[in-house]
């Protein structure tokens, strides 16, 4: 028998994590380590569980923004890079929070992606923007409203989904402005559960058909169930 | 016998094993009674719905069903405008069939694509609604003849459109098709590993494939290869999704079918005509200015009184015959009446139907226990259609 070409077709599921590197990150949790170091770890595991699923590592497509941080604004701290490609890398905490000023380059970004996904001719799922933070925004107030505002459109006119996940002192009020979906707490810094979860999530919206359901699984395993 | 041989599965995705649904692809293949004419309907049955299985065979046999009518009508009917119509009105009818069949107004839960073709002598149609894809092309030399037929996601990859859905009609694409030696429809899973990106065949895969497949010479033993080709753990790592094939050959052409798929032939991006069919308007007007040209030089050529004399008398001559000929039908027409009362009867005529006629028929007629409501875009699609019929009587008058 002759060789047969099984080999998958083109296609991308765009993800930007917008991840808040402010000051307050640095808080030492019940388990001894800080909220930033957790999430490093939790960066690494993303890198890792993308690598141990074949669909996933071809398909998913990752961008981080970090909203504070030594230079105390928001970042893109890695262009759109496919999963293949991603290394993953610390991120260094400092300064305050404006976290309108990510969402709005989140946005940007997954415009740009999804252009460039285009010029390619390749197809592409919805694409997905998870954010984290432990704080409350230090945008100006219209800024934040203006920020949260787009975001909300961009969501409802289906362009992107969002994910919103607060850590322990994040204000759920202010994060919920951004989604018409709920934000969820993370249960003390189980960053790595959350990612672990996150790529699970984004290899099924990748495998994902017309006219399905997406399955995604359980928060339970990361959630702050109590809140 | 049929001019074309086939080979056709469909194969359950290995998610669909994993949640124990069934498969909800469906495909039928057919040809015309004078082995003329290729029919082939393939359907996609939604994931989320709870009877999609149900709905794509439904469509499939269904339709197949009712592009033999067309076949009929083609034979009698210089291809034209009248396509669009008679095609939606068949759409029409398999909706209303499934309503019947749900016994609901709502078919939501039946949701699935419409992936056909009917190919004959000298071409055809192709009718798509949603994803999956029809492609196909010549194997006589030098004639570099391709059709595309692509499917039609929303932004995302993963979105598509139903035959199930109140807005059918705008994604309705019905397609002239010309001559083709080979044709393959599939499914967008089944296009997954047999295609690179829904556009240009894989030649990788359908080398190989269709060399084997096609050494066979029953039906049966093709399709079954064509079977462990997609039910293979490899081609589930491709898609998780039900796989549907459906390979075509003329008949001619069989040993060489896969010389389609030797070389890197680029397909082109075939524009698709709407139900509006303005091209075919477009064509009509220039086919009518060519006549005008002919009249024209005609009347150059000839003697012109000889033809003054025949433009006058032709009308009363005309007239006159059709006076005899209409008397002549009227009275045989009464005289076979009168004679034998029921000719049917008297010659025994078999009006015997075919086990899908009558599928069809009690789909169609079933009494119906609940008062149909057509959806409001199917209603006026229906007025749409109706308004086409009296502007072409007022236009006849």
């Given amino acids: 028998m002759s060789t047969v070409d099984y080999s998958s077709p083109n296609q991308r599921t765009p993800c930007v994590l917008i991840l808040d590197a402010s000051g307050s990150m640095e808080s030492i949790g ?3 380590k800080s909220r930033i170091q957790a999430l490093n770890e939790g960066i690494k595991t993303l890198e890792k569980s993308l690598r141990e699923d074949d669909t996933a590592l071809t398909r998913v497509q990752l961008a981080i923004v970090s909203v504070g941080g030594p230079a105390n604004d928001a970042d893109i701290m890695m262009d759109w890079t496919d999963a293949i490609n991603f290394k993953a890398f610390p991120l260094s905490t400092g300064g305050v929070t404006p976290l309108g000023r990510g969402l709005q380059l989140g946005l940007d970004l997954i415009e740009q992606g999804k252009q460039n996904l285009r010029n390619a ?7 997905w923007m998870m954010v984290i933070t432990d704080g409350d925004p230090t945008d100006e107030r219209s800024d934040w409203l203006n920020a949260a505002r787009e975001c909300k459109t961009a969501e409802n006119t289906k362009k992107v989904e969002i994910f919103c996940i607060g850590v322990e002192g994040a204000n759920l009020n202010t994060l919920s402005e951004l989604s018409s979906k709920p934000p969820l707490m993370l249960d003390g810094v189980k960053f790595k559960e959350l990612f672990v979860w996150l790529s699970s999530s984004l290899s099924a919206a990748s495998r994902s ?7 995604l699984p359980s928060t339970d395993v990361w959630r702050n169930v109590g809140m | 016998m049929s001019r074309w041989i086939t080979a056709q599965t469909s194969v359950i995705g290995f998610s669909h094993t994993k949640s124990n649904t069934p498969c909800q692809d469906s495909h039928v293949v057919k040809t015309s009674p004078d082995g003329e ?3 082939i309907v393939v359907s996609d049955g939604a994931g989320t719905a709870s009877k999609a299985e149900v709905g794509s065979k439904h469509v499939s046999n269904f339709f ?4 033999l009518e067309l076949v009929i009508e083609l034979k009698q009917r210089t291809p034209g405008n009248w396509i669009n119509d008679f095609v939606i009105s068949k759409v029409l009818q398999t909706r209303i069939a499934l309503r019947n069949l ?3 107004d709502t078919i939501k839960d039946y949701n699935c694509t419409l992936v056909a073709c009917l190919i004959g002598p000298s071409g055809g149609f192709s009718i798509h609604i949603g994803d999956g894809s029809i492609i196909g092309g010549s194997l006589s030399e030098n004639s570099g003849i391709r059709f595309l037929s692509e499917p039609e996601n929303g932004e995302y990859a993963n979105e598509t459109y139903f035959i199930t859905e109140g807005d059918w009609v705008k994604h309705l694409r019905v397609m002239p098709i010309p001559k083709l030696d080979w044709v393959i429809c599939c499914t967008d899973g089944g296009g ?10 894989k030649l990788g895969f359908l080398l190989p494939v269709v060399t084997e497949v096609f050494e066979e010479t029953e039906t049966e033993k093709r399709n079954e290869k064509l079977r462990t080709f997609l039910e293979n753990p490899k081609a589930y790592q491709v898609t998780s999704d039900d796989m549907t094939l459906v390979l075509a050959v003329k008949q001619e052409f069989k040993t060489s079918f896969s010389d389609a798929f030797k070389f890197q032939d680029h397909f082109p991006n075939t524009a698709s005509t709407n139900f509006s069919g303005s091209s075919y308007q477009n064509s009509k007007k220039i086919q009518k200015d060519k006549t005008d040209q002919v009249e024209f030089a005609v009347v150059k050529k ?3 009184n000889f033809y003054f004399i025949l433009k006058l008398l032709g009308p009363l001559l005309l007239l006159f015959a059709t006076f005899v000929i209409s008397f002549q039908v009227e009275f045989s027409r009464k005289w076979i009446a009168a004679n034998f009362y029921n000719a049917y009867e008297y010659l025994n005529i078999d009006n015997k139907k075919t086990n899908e006629e009558v599928e069809r028929n009690k789909l169609l007629d079933k009494p119906s226990e609940r008062p149909i409501h057509l959806e409001p875009e199917d209603k006026q699609v229906e007025e749409k259609l109706s308004d086409n019929i009296d502007q072409k009587n007022t236009a006849a008058k």
């Fill in chain 1, 30 to 32: 019940s388990s001894g």
């Fill in chain 1, 121 to 127: 001719g390749i197809s592409y799922t919805r694409p």
């Fill in chain 1, 209 to 215: 058909r017309p006219g399905d359901t997406m399955q």
């Fill in chain 2, 37 to 39: 004419w290729l029919i």
């Fill in chain 2, 64 to 67: 197949a069903q009712e592009l």
């Fill in chain 2, 102 to 104: 749900a016994n609901s």
């Fill in chain 2, 192 to 201: 997954d590993i047999a295609l690179v990106s829904d556009k240009e065949p």
């Fill in chain 2, 302 to 304: 000839s003697k012109l």
